[in-house]
T-cell receptor
Framework: QKEVEQNSGPLSVPEGAIASLNCTYS??????FFWYRQYSGKSPELIMFIYSNGDKEDGRFTAQLNKASQYVSLLIRDSQPSDSATYLCAVNGSGNTPLVFGKGTRLSVIA | DTAVSQTPKYLVTQMGNDKSIKCEQNLGHDTMYWYKQDSKKFLKIMFSYNNKELIINETVPNRFSPKSPDKAHLNLHINSLELGDSAVYFCASSQEYGTGGTNEKLFFGSGTQLSVL
């Protein structure tokens, strides 16, 4: 069974701080990794994807991937109250399999 | 223009009824999905169609029957609704499937909140 694990939180950070969200996955053959943000009562929206080891930056967001450790993370710099949401990690497994989602980490940015 | 649209947004019904949820995407994608999100926010794949053909059918009761009349539409029919079916159902689409690349990124509809009383 391919699994994606996330700490459910809530993760509370003060406004302006760096929020660090972590995700581990079990399928060593996974190739693509996605971070979705889901506001309460809304649908998930894609904010980052990464498929190579290392860092990928997009504005205040940085995704980090370490395939050897089977670990992917999302950093949010200068966190804002509007970043408060549930962040879902999704991993594309090896072979003909759909994206597998983690259970999400709830982030709360305190003003 | 909404990329992935599903209707209805809310569905309240009695146990034992039959209901349908419709989904349409105008992104020209080949693959469409149904996901179920439970009260703990866990998003789980139910079905996937690629060019109108069923490619994923997870362990879902056979009371749930998907139907894809063309690659832009994927509907979900549920027979004999049960209390445990209450959840948010999301339709999604992706450009490709099974390539392992970023074209598998999902675009979600706004969800259907199903409440079975």
């Amino acid at each position: 069974q391919k699994e994606v694990e996330q700490n459910s939180g809530p993760l509370s950070v003060p406004e302006g701080a760096i929020a660090s969200l972590n995700c581990t996955y079990s399928d060593r053959g996974s190739q693509s990794f996605f971070w979705y943000r889901q506001y309460s009562g809304k649908s998930p929206e894609l904010i980052m994807f990464i498929y190579s080891n290392g860092d990928k930056e997009d504005g205040r967001f940085t995704a980090q991937l370490n395939k050897a450790s089977q670990y992917v993370s999302l950093l949010i710099r200068d966190s804002q109250p509007s970043d408060s949401a549930t962040y879902l990690c999704a991993v594309n497994g090896s072979g003909n399999t759909p994206l597998v989602f983690g259970k999400g980490t709830r982030l709360s940015v305190i003003a | 223009d909404t990329a992935v649209s599903q209707t209805p947004k809310y569905l309240v019904t009695q146990m034992g009824n039959d209901k349908s949820i419709k989904c349409e995407q105008n992104l020209g994608h080949d693959t469409m999905y149904w996901y179920k999100q439970d009260s703990k926010k866990f998003l789980k794949i139910m079905f996937s169609y690629n060019n109108k053909e069923l490619i994923i059918n997870e362990t879902v009761p056979n009371r749930f029957s998907p139907k894809s009349p063309d690659k832009a539409h994927l509907n979900l029919h549920i027979n004999s609704l049960e209390l445990g079916d209450s959840a948010v159902y999301f339709c999604a689409s992706s450009q490709e499937y099974g390539t392992g690349g970023t074209n598998e990124k999902l675009f979600f509809g706004s969800g259907t909140q199903l409440s079975v009383l």
